[in-house]
Each structure stands twice: as structure tokens, then as C-alpha cells.
């Protein structure tokens, strides 16, 4: 950490650059760098209730196929001389109706959590970190599969190992339920494996096409362009492939009693494969053997500590900060918990002028943070309005998760949502807020005169707080 800075100064920018903002710097105290360190290590308990396990959330997938199995199979009542047809509507909704409404309590539930955690959490920069790894190893419920597990994922595969080893963090998000699923590996069969030749022998026999016939390549391939090694790293084609093969097997159990990952091996590959140029035995302990492989290769190592540096530094991280994290990683093992200590403790994390741009999720927390609203901010609306700045929580548009760039959110439109919702904040609370006050609690050293002197012209307090929370230090971290 930069020795240069006043123990105020280090209170801001640990506050709104590491963490998630607060509302006066106080707590914080002379020793900004402890402050961080101390949250260090696995998430908290998620706040709210309603919150499925990823077995409950499969169960009630497995709910919904099962009733539009039924559904389908029922015969629809004919009108007098008209052809019997399949039903557009269910109930007098679509069918498209018919799938979010039986998702939404699940949905709700966890959409909200996640926000009111991350607003009212007194380890801010863990709740940072438990989104940054979140949007790193994304599942979208976006992708019709993936809903209603998106929470339960998070909660289980992310914020417990967001402070151990990557290996560890790895192999629980590739191997959770939500992954499977959202990532297609659920249906990924071998071309050799006993279910492909059975359903082809049977195929034959009718004269039908195999209803499951082969490999899906989507986990593969984003475990290692997204996940570890990154694109342009080295690997091929074929390597994909083979990864693809070793994943074979590894699904989602929905009959079961206790329904979740499961290795099924009729569907595995069989026989060894080579990934990387490595051989692995077939069976299911290929997985595992992959994974820690993937986590100690130099380039995981390069790609995830580039994507943490970017995250909380700059859009385009110094070179030589990146590689002292790589060193850090390389020498722990790919500890997450060393490789964050060393960027809390790096001098280029502590530069005074704000690099990194909110992006809507993160500028409605802050807000919510700095209101002190609490899970009030999350009861209207579970997301806060996030989704009318452009962004879906927990329904990332691609399993590249959301960008983390300034230039992805800063076009027009997206400037003039936040000054709308900005309005609409101001005009609700700003008469019983003291903006002006506010903003030297929070923002400290970190506010400039001339928005000090803006907010202290403005003509009432909505006025006030609208330039407040539309304040480039406050926008910016």
C-alpha cells in the first residue's frame, strides 16, 4: 500500500474501490489496508429467506418437465368439427407465462439476497469479491435450464471458496448442478459410450434418430477460454474435445431421492484421453486430475489474476502489478486469499484517481448502502430497478458474464437510464436526506471542490442528492 496517503484518504478509496461504498468513513479507522484484510476469506450466510438448495432447485425443475410432460400428453377438448390441435395457452397464459411463473418464487428469492446481502453486509469488499468470482465462473438465468438454480450455485459453488485455492473453487462451480445444466453438459454423451450404441442399436431397429447421440462441447470449451487458461493461451481444438470427452458422464440426477451431480458412467466416454498433451485415465477421477491441471497451468494463472486486477484497479491493468499476483499465485498454489492479501497490499491499487466505472448493480447497491436502506431498497422491486439500467441480475447475457469494462457502460443511453433512475432516488428521499453531509461522510478526501460546491448550490435536496449520486467520484471507484 502507497504510504503516501492520509489515513482519510485510504478510508475512501478501501471503502468505494474495494468495497461497496459507506455511508461514513468512520468504522473504517487509520489502518484502511487491515480493514480490508480482515474480510478476507469465505462469504457469509446469504440474508433472506425462501432460498433453495441446488437439490430443492432441481427438484423443482424437475417439476416443470414432469408437468409439461403431463400437459403435452393430455389430449385437448376438440369444438364440434374442428381438428384437434395442441393448446398455445395453459390457463389462459403462455407457455412462456406458464415457465417464469413457476420459477418465480425461486427466482425472487434469490435475486433479492443476493442485492440485500451485498447492500447491508459490514465486509463490503468480501460481497465484491463473492460478484466478482460469481460473474467469472457465470451461470445465466438467462438460458431457460439455468433458472431457479442461479442462487443456489452462487451460495454453494462460489462464496464458500472464494478465500481457498482456486482448485478447489474450480472444481465445485464446474461440477455444481447450475453449470451442468446452463452449459449443456447434462446431455453430453460419448459417441462410444454404452447409452449412444444402445439408443442407436434401438434407432435402428425403428428406424428413428437417437434422442441423445453425442458430445456437447460447451462446458469444455468455456472452462478453458473463460474460466482458466483464456483465449489465445495455446490450447486447440482438439484439446476441447477431449476435455469434452472427460466431462462426459457427469449430470444432473432429477428421479432421485436426493437429486444433483451425479457420475453416470453409461454415458461416459470410455477409453483414455489427452488434453494439453497429458493423458487421463477414463472414469470419472479424469475430472478431478483435469481440473488441477487447468488450475496450476501458467496461463490460469496469468488470465484469472489479469481479470482480479482489472476488476479493482484499472480496465487496463499495470503489467508489472499482474505479474507480481502471478508470482503470489504460482508460489501459494493458487491461493485466493494470498493473491488478494497482495493486491490490497500493491501501491498501484491505491492510486488516488478513480479508474473503474459502477455497473449498475453496483452503483444501486451503493446507493443502497449509502441511504442505509437496508432490504427496504429490495421489496418493490427484488432488483432494485438494476434491470432498467441494462442489466439483469443473475441473467448475464453470455456465459462471459458481464462486461467489466468502463466503454461497455457508458453509451448514451445507458448514462441517461442512470441519470433517470438517479432522479427518481432523489425525488423519493431527497427531502429528508442531507446530501450535503452525506457526501462528506462518505466520500471523505475523495470529494472534489467543485462537487462540493455543486451539491451545496443545489436548489433543494432532491437537487442535492441527485448530484450526489451522480457525481463522478461516486460513479467512479
Not at 369444438?79 to 427466482?107: C, I, K, N, Q, W
Amino acid at each position: 500500500m502507497a504510504q503516501s496517503h492520509s489515513p482519510e484518504q485510504a478510508a475512501a478509496i478501501a471503502a468505494h474501490r474495494f468495497g461497496l461504498g459507506e455511508p461514513t468513513l468512520a468504522p473504517i479507522g487509520a489502518d484502511a489496508a487491515g480493514w480490508l484484510l480482515q474480510q478476507i476469506g469465505p462469504a457469509e450466510p446469504q440474508q433472506g429467506s425462501g432460498l433453495a438448495s441446488g437439490a430443492e432447485a432441481t427438484r423443482v425443475y424437475a417439476r416443470f418437465l414432469r408437468e409439461q410432460r403431463e400437459a403435452r400428453r393430455a389430449p385437448p377438448p376438440a369444438s364440434p368439427g374442428m381438428a384437434v390441435a395442441a393448446p398455445a395457452m395453459v390457463d389462459g397464459r403462455s407457455s412462456e407465462e406458464v415457465f417464469v411463473a413457476h420459477f418465480r418464487d425461486l427466482v425472487t428469492s434469490d435475486v433479492r439476497a443476493r442485492l440485500v446481502t451485498a447492500a447491508t453486509s459490514k465486509r463490503s469488499f468480501n460481497e465484491r469479491l463473492a460478484l466478482f468470482w460469481a460473474n467469472h465462473f457465470t451461470v445465466s438465468m438467462a438460458k431457460a435450464s439455468a433458472r431457479g438454480i442461479v442462487g443456489a450455485f452462487e451460495r454453494e459453488a462460489i462464496r464458500p471458496h472464494i478465500g481457498g485455492r482456486f482448485e478447489t473453487l474450480l472444481m465445485a462451480a464446474a461440477t455444481h448442478p447450475g453449470m451442468l445444466r446452463y452449459l449443456d453438459n447434462d446431455q453430453s454423451a460419448g459417441p462410444d459410450s454404452a447409452l449412444v450404441q444402445r439408443l442407436a442399436r434401438r434407432a435402428g431397429r425403428d428406424g428413428g434418430t437417437p434422442r441423445v447421440s453425442g458430445l456437447n462441447e460447451n462446458l469444455a470449451r468455456e472452462i478453458l477460454e473463460l474460466h482458466t487458461l483464456g483465449v489465445g493461451s495455446g490450447y486447440t481444438q482438439a484439446d476441447v474435445t477431449e476435455f469434452a470427452r472427460v466431462l462426459t458422464g457427469w449430470r444432473v440426477a432429477l428421479a432421485d431421492a436426493e437429486p444433483g451431480t451425479r457420475f453416470d458412467p453409461a454415458w461416459h466416454q470410455p477409453g483414455p484421453k489427452t488434453v494439453l498433451g497429458k493423458r487421463y485415465p477414463e472414469g470419472p477421477e479424469a475430472l478431478t486430475l483435469v481440473l488441477r491441471d487447468l488450475a496450476a497451468h501458467p496461463a490460469t494463472a496469468r488470465f484469472v489474476c489479469s481479470k482480479l486486477a482489472r476488476h479493482l484497479v484499472a480496465d487496463e491493468p499495470p503489467p508489472a502489478l499482474v505479474a507480481r499476483l502471478v508470482e503470489v499465485w504460482r508460489a501459494s498454489d493458487g491461493d485466493l486469499a494470498a493473491v488478494t492479501r497482495a493486491l490490497v497490499l500493491a501501491p498501484e491499487a491505491w492510486q488516488p484517481q478513480p479508474a473503474k466505472l459502477k455497473t449498475p448493480e453496483e452503483f444501486v447497491v451503493t446507493t443502497a448502502r449509502l441511504l442505509q436502506w437496508g432490504d427496504a431498497a429490495f421489496q418493490r422491486q427484488p432488483d432494485g430497478a438494476i434491470s432498467t439500467l441494462g442489466q439483469r441480475v443473475q441473467a448475464a447475457p453470455s456465459p462471459a458474464g458481464w462486461p467489466d469494462r468502463a466503454e461497455e457502460w457508458l453509451g448514451p443511453d445507458a448514462v441517461w437510464k442512470r441519470v433517470e433512475w438517479a432522479t427518481r432516488v432523489a425525488d423519493r428521499v431527497g427531502r429528508r436526506t442531507d446530501a450535503r453531509a452525506l457526501a462528506e461522510a462518505s466520500l471523505g478526501p475523495l470529494l472534489s471542490d467543485t462537487t462540493r460546491q455543486q451539491i451545496q448550490r443545489a436548489a433543494d435536496g432532491p437537487q442535492a442528492l441527485a448530484l450526489l449520486l451522480l457525481a463522478p467520484e461516486f460513479q467512479r471507484r
